[in-house]
């Protein structure tokens, strides 16, 4: 599962590819995977590996730009317009006590390539605003994956426990808030290998009961196009990628010898995971046709082994919550820090208790897990993974990019907006219908 900003592993010890992609495959691989028949579903076989083709390859060109923005930032030393931002201050405190005079006569560390994430690059590119637009993005993102994991544990278990899905919301609270006040991480890393093995675990046999579906029922299930449901695969599709805002993260992550290997590897990851994503969709798909849920594992048999799968992937989503919440909290313990830069330990545990019950608030307002993945895919995501890189890029190689260059940007920002606005339409039209009692389906 995507585990949030924090995750990215130290840039110390020997360079592994093989570490390399797993890190990638983490980022990205997520609980998007299993709406994905559904999207399949709702636009067809042949129209959803076109899309998800396109939106891989522009994704893909975008998230690799946004390490071409940072690294021109390194060489141009353009980090010194920045240094005095808020950015810069939640990042590295120290650097900004004392008048400006004395701020401006402290070195900014030789590190700073290792330190620079995703807002800083905004930052540099537009100021304060561009640094809010960034995190109030990956906040918006980071509860809106945490509803939907909380959609699919509350859906799956009422299918094993005599409790409806409602219920056993409310009966997560207190745990999570438990699990939302732990500090350090470090602590929950067993459960997070535990969990990335059980998923791999259940998305095996998940492919093996949707071929068994096949083989049951003798034919193939499914339409080829669809083009009222452009739009929401759309949505889905990026949220698929949701591993958008740790781009920087990862390529920091390697030694900086070996960080030119890093696009290569990248656009090889991301291409091993759009086939997989395709796959596991259109299996799904195939297998129940218009049966298919919202959740594919909705559609599996009763049985010793789907108990299993859904057992799995609750427990794993149950302690990805944490993760993903954890960038948010430690951002806003930043924001709320008095000026000495301290945050007194109630406010954090009141920081942490109110994202929780955002999330909950929101989760059942919105119980649904195809419109969450279309609400948050069309909106923070497309922000995230094209329209932001894009507009970034322009700003910071306006001198440099040919005219081909500059189309290809103005074209991966005008993707993200009209799909942004079509996604988030179609994803409002669905809570409407779903509200007027047609379950959202258009």
Same mark, same amino acid.
């Given at each position: 599962m995507g585990k949030g900003n924090h995750m990215a592993p130290s840039a110390d010890g020997e360079y592994s590819p093989l570490k390399t992609f797993g890190n990638i495959f983490i980022s990205f691989v997520g609980a998007g995977v299993l709406g994905l028949p559904y999207a399949f579903r709702i636009a067809g076989?042949? +129209?959803?590996?076109?899309? *998800? /083709?396109?939106?891989?390859?522009? #994704?893909?060109?975008? *998230?690799? *730009?946004?390490?071409? #923005?940072?690294?021109?930032?390194? +060489?141009?030393?353009?980090?010194? $317009?920045?240094? =005095? &931002? &808020?950015? %810069?201050?939640? &990042?590295?405190?120290?650097? =900004?006590?004392?008048?400006?005079? +004395? %701020?401006?006569?402290?070195?900014?560390?030789?590190?700073? +390539?290792?330190? *620079?994430?995703?807002?800083?690059?905004? &930052? /540099?590119?537009?100021?304060? $605003?561009?640094?809010?637009? /960034?995190?109030?993005? /990956?906040? %918006?993102?980071?509860?809106?994956? #945490? #509803?939907?994991?909380?959609?699919?544990?509350s859906h799956n278990l009422d299918t094993l426990l005599p409790v409806a899905p409602n219920q056993i919301v409310f009966l997560l609270i207190i745990p999570l808030m438990v699990l939302a006040n732990i500090r350090d991480l470090s602590g929950l890393a067993i459960f997070s290998l535990i969990a990335d093995a059980a998923n791999i675990f259940a998305y095996f046999v998940v492919f093996y009961f949707d071929f068994s579906e096949v083989e049951k029922n003798g034919d193939i299930k499914g339409n080829a196009f669809n083009f009222d449901g452009v739009p929401f695969f759309l949505g889905v599709a990026i949220y698929c990628y949701e591993g958008a805002g740790m781009v920087i993260s990862l390529e920091t992550s390697i030694p900086k010898e070996h960080r030119k290997s890093f696009p290569k590897l990248f656009r090889f990851a991301l291409s091993i995971i759009t086939m997989i994503y395709i796959v596991f969709g259109v299996c799904g798909y195939i297998s129940f046709g218009d049966d298919t849920e919202k959740i594919i594992t909705l559609n599996m048999p009763q049985g010793f082994f789907p108990t299993v799968v859904k057992c799995c992937l609750c427990f794993s989503l149950f302690f990805t919550y944490p993760m993903m919440m954890f960038p948010v909290s430690t951002l806003l313990d930043k924001l709320a820090a008095t000026t000495d830069g301290t945050v007194t330990p109630m406010k954090k545990t009141m920081i942490r208790i109110g994202l929780v019950m955002t999330s909950v608030i929101f989760t059942l307002a919105i119980p649904d897990f195809a419109i969450i993945m279309g609400l948050i895919g069309s909106s923070c995501c497309m922000l995230l993974a094209l329209i932001l890189p894009g507009l970034f890029h322009l700003k910071l190689f306006k001198s440099k990019l040919t005219t081909l260059d500059t189309i290809f940007d103005v074209c991966i920002v005008v993707l993200g907006i009209v799909g942004s606005i079509l996604g988030m339409g179609d994803a409002l039209e669905r809570i409407s219908q779903r509200m007027a009692g047609t379950d959202g389906e258009p």
């Open positions: 076989v042949a +129209e959803g590996v076109i899309i *998800m /083709v396109i939106a891989s390859f522009v #994704c893909i060109k975008a *998230m690799l *730009m946004l390490v071409d #923005c940072k690294n021109l930032i390194i +060489e141009e030393g353009l980090f010194n $317009k920045a240094k =005095h &931002t &808020t950015s %810069m201050i939640a &990042t590295t405190p120290d650097r =900004h006590k004392g008048s400006p005079e +004395e %701020m401006d006569k402290k070195a900014i560390p030789g590190d700073i +390539e290792d330190i *620079m994430d995703y807002g800083d690059i905004g &930052t /540099v590119a537009y100021g304060n $605003k561009g640094w809010w637009v /960034v995190q109030i993005s /990956v906040i %918006m993102s980071q509860i809106g994956f #945490c #509803c939907a994991y909380l959609v699919f544990i």
